[in-house]
C-alpha cells in the first residue's frame, strides 16, 4: 500500500484503497479468550509490523470523489458516475455492477467505494442507511493499494483503470 495518497498524491477513481472501517461495516471481533494474539497484535502496531488499527481495515475500489453523484443502474445495467455510464473490467467475471439501484451525492472528504467481486462485498450500497450515508472519510483512507502479495498464487501488481473513468466529468 502506498501511504502518499491521501496526501501528496490523490486518490482518483479507480484507485484500490484501504481504510479504516468507517463504523459497522465489520462484525465485531471477539477479544476475549484471544489474550496472546492480542497482546502479539499490540506489540506488532507498536513496532510497525502491523498497521494500526490492525482487523478494522477494508479494501475496496474508488468510484466516486467528493461531490460526484453515483447512480445506478442504466438501461444496460451499467453504474453512471457524473451521469457517465462506465464499463468496469475490473468486476469478477460474471458478476452485474449492482443488483441495488442507488443514486449518491458524495459529500465533502468522502468517497463512495466498490468491492470489485460485487456479489459479496458489503461496500458503500450497502450502508447507505447508517451514519456517513455508505461513504468513506477520506482520513479513514490508510494508502492506495499496489500489489497483491498474499496468497502468493494470486500475486499480482494492481493497477488503475484510468480508461474507464477518462470521460466522466468533474462533479459541477
Not at 479507480?14 to 502479539?40: C, I
Not at 447512480?71 to 473490467?89: A, H, K, L, W
Request: glycine residues 12%.
Amino acid at each position: 500500500v502506498s501511504r502518499l495518497a491521501p496526501g501528496p498524491f490523490d486518490v482518483n477513481r479507480g484507485d484500490v484503497v484501504v481504510f479504516v472501517d468507517p463504523g459497522g461495516w465489520l462484525p465485531a471481533q471477539p477479544t476475549e479468550g484471544n489474550e496472546v494474539r492480542n497482546v502479539l497484535t499490540d506489540v506488532g502496531e507498536f513496532v510497525g509490523l502491523l498497521p494500526a488499527n490492525t482487523g478494522s481495515h477494508l479494501i475496496k475500489r474508488v468510484v466516486g470523489l467528493p461531490g460526484d453523484t453515483v447512480t445506478c443502474c442504466d438501461d444496460q445495467g451499467r453504474i453512471s458516475v457524473n451521469g457517465v455510464p462506465i464499463d468496469e473490467p475490473y468486476v469478477i467475471d460474471g458478476a452485474v455492477p449492482s443488483l441495488v439501484s442507488f443514486d449518491e451525492l458524495v459529500p465533502a472528504d468522502r468517497i463512495f467505494v466498490l468491492g470489485d467481486n460485487r456479489p459479496n462485498s458489503a461496500d458503500s450500497r450497502f450502508h447507505a442507511g447508517e451514519p456517513g450515508g455508505g461513504m468513506v472519510p477520506m482520513d479513514n483512507v490508510v494508502g492506495v493499494a499496489k500489489t497483491v502479495i498474499w496468497p502468493a498464487d494470486r500475486w499480482s501488481i494492481l493497477r488503475n483503470p484510468g480508461a474507464t473513468f477518462e470521460q466522466v466529468p468533474d462533479p459541477s
